[in-house]
């Protein structure tokens, strides 16, 4: 096995709950794979409440879905 060290600054450290020690290749991808799409899911939100997707009920969120679905099968 190799190891690879990574200089990351104190904010980082503590936002990542990085702890103390080594920690496993994986485990690192893993915590920042989460931070993005922590990013995403937080951009998407803005989105949908910028263009009034937010305030859709589950009824109406559904006959969008049917509506693709038909679309796509009567093309």
Known sequence: ???VQIKVSETDFQKFNLGGGE????????????EY???ALLECNEIAKEVGLSKM???EINAEINAVRDA???S
């Open 23 to 34: 920690i496993k290749f994986t485990d690192l991808v893993e915590l920042i794979s989460r």
């Open 57 to 59: 009920t589950m009824d």
């Open 1 to 3: 096995m190799r190891t």
């Open 72 to 74: 796509k099968t009567h």
């Open 37 to 39: 799409a922590r990013k």
